[in-house]
């Protein structure tokens, strides 16, 4: 509905050569539709039919493609930093992608061009380029990339808060198969908490260490309470 609005259409016929507010509205109209592909295939129409001038729409596509990354790490907010990982990653390597691409605009305006094709298909055709490019220059780098996400969102140390679940999205719920793989995940944090219960226990034995069997207790009652919230989780699998 958002994309076949006149008043979006109006707006976008009134941008002129700005390359900044050009990337900034593809990218809110992406999160505002929740789908870059969608501004893409507006821009590459309004491009055909000359409300838009091409050079614009080019910038309108490296916005819709920042707005898919920020649309991702949005709808995972409120997930566990494990899950916020790959959506930031995905923004990362989006931005550089955009940071390379914008001083080559007006060069790759011109290869567009040159290829004869229809105005629609060069819109459509650089957004195909932009990912392709992005995905062969940056494959490398997804080792690095994973590292600095892992860094800016760090694993809670385990006995921090064990009893917490980490891994049980609520918002996979509808997808079954995605949901049983979040349980999944969290019994392995509750083995995990349980391994280190075991491996505290003997120290107790061997010194009397009465402040660590009060942790190990505690810790024995975050196992139950993962037990739970795991079992209450698959209950409300679709």
């Known amino acids: ?11 976008l016929a009134t941008l002129a050569s700005d390359l900044l507010l050009e990337i900034t509205m593809g990218a809110v109209l992406a999160v505002v539709s929740y789908s870059s592909l969608a501004i893409v295939l507006l821009t590459a129409t309004l491009a055909a039919s000359g409300v838009i001038p ?4 080019l ?3 490296i916005g819709a493609n920042l707005g898919s990354g920020l649309l991702a790490l949005i709808a995972t907010s409120g997930a566990s930093p494990q899950v916020r990982r790959l959506p930031l990653g995905n923004l990362v390597f989006k931005l550089g992608g955009a940071a390379i691409a914008i001083p080559l605009l007006p060069q ?18 650089f957004h195909l380029g932009f990912n392709l490019v992005l995905a062969t220059l940056f494959i490398s780098f997804t080792g690095v990339v994973g590292r600095l996400v892992e860094r800016l969102l760090p694993e809670p140390a385990l006995g921090a808060d064990a009893s917490r679940p980490r891994h049980l999205d609520p918002t996979a719920l509808a997808t079954p198969s995605l949901a049983i793989s979040c349980a999944a995940r969290e019994a392995l944090h509750q083995a995990d908490v349980v391994e280190t219960l ?3 226990s003997m120290p107790v034995i061997r010194h009397s260490d009465l402040q660590l069997a009060e942790q190990l207790r505690k810790m024995d009652d975050s196992v139950d309470e993962l037990y739970s919230a795991i079992k209450f989780y698959l209950t409300q699998i679709s």
């Open 1 to 11: 509905v958002l994309t076949q609005a006149p008043a979006i259409k109006a707006l």
């Open 54 to 57: 091409l050079d614009v729409a």
């Open 59 to 61: 910038g309108l596509v």
């Open 108 to 125: 790759a305006h011109v290869w567009l061009q040159l290829t004869g094709a229809a105005v629609h298909e060069q819109v459509v055709w």
């Open 198 to 200: 075991l491996r505290g």
